[in-house]
């Protein structure tokens, strides 16, 4: 059972927009930032949006942060079939001294 | 450009031990604290230890915990985990990261997978 909450499972058509969302505690995303990494099929993870919605360069405009309180969301818009992937939101952890993810989430394109 | 390269995994019985390492390359080594992190077969992302910039502090998951060392070599750019009394629960592509702070890691190796197995 991982710390962070996400849905196991999302999907929207090319061109829509969809949103992933990642519920915590006020010990994780209520005090610290939130970091979403990509992973695509047979890859390792990539730094998508840290610091709760910075995108770091490379990383398109249409994938954007925000979050409220002990919840997060990703949001992507303009959905493109190579967005098809898993998506992992993720906090740092000072009873771990580590970092803790959510579950992730398996976008699929339609 | 940055580069993590993870090596040194394989298939090992369950109660042995395996080291990986993770040769980093263009950038400064030495600046940034390191993460390994592994992934189950199927399942999602699981932190395994952290180790700051200059070794001078080390961190683990529970599941790591008194089995599992974090080390680096600061002159060899080179990260390593030494994993001992494996179980079957630690088969699993590790993965090694770079932090640029302590929850956000901007890099990450292609991985290594570990199978313990008899």
């Known amino acids: 059972q991982s710390v962070l909450t996400q849905p196991p499972s999302a999907s929207g058509t090319p061109g829509q927009r969809v949103t992933i969302s990642c519920s915590g505690s006020?010990?994780?995303?209520?005090?610290?930032?939130v970091i979403w990494y990509q992973q695509l099929p047979g890859t390792a993870p990539k730094l998508l949006i840290f610091?709760?919605?910075q995108r770091p360069s490379g990383v398109p405009d249409r994938f954007s942060g925000s979050k409220s309180g002990t919840s997060a969301s990703l949001a992507i818009s303009g959905l493109q079939s190579e967005d098809e992937a898993d998506y992992y939101c993720?906090?740092?952890?000072?009873?771990?001294?580590?970092?803790?993810f959510g579950g992730g989430t398996k976008l699929t394109v339609l | 450009q940055v580069q993590l390269v993870e090596s040194g995994g394989g298939v090992v019985q369950p109660g042995g031990s395996l080291r990986l390492s993770c040769a980093g390359s263009?950038?400064?080594?030495?600046?940034?604290?390191m993460h390994w992190i592994r992934q189950a077969p199927g399942k999602g992302l699981e932190w395994v230890a952290v180790i700051w910039h200059d070794g001078s502090n080390r961190y683990y998951a529970d599941s790591a915990k008194g089995r599992f060392t974090i080390s680096r070599d600061n002159s060899m750019n080179t990260l390593y985990l030494q994993m001992n009394n494996l179980r079957a629960e630690d088969t699993a592509v590790y993965y090694c990261?770079?932090?640029?702070?302590?929850?956000?890691?901007?890099?990450w190796g292609q991985g290594a997978v570990v199978t313990v197995s008899s």
């Open positions: 610091n709760d919605n």
């Open positions: 263009g950038f400064s080594f030495s600046t940034y604290g």
């Open positions: 006020s010990s994780n995303i209520g005090s610290k930032t």
């Open positions: 990261a770079r932090s640029i702070s302590m929850g956000t890691l901007d890099h």
């Open positions: 993720s906090t740092r952890d000072d009873s771990l001294n580590g970092v803790v």
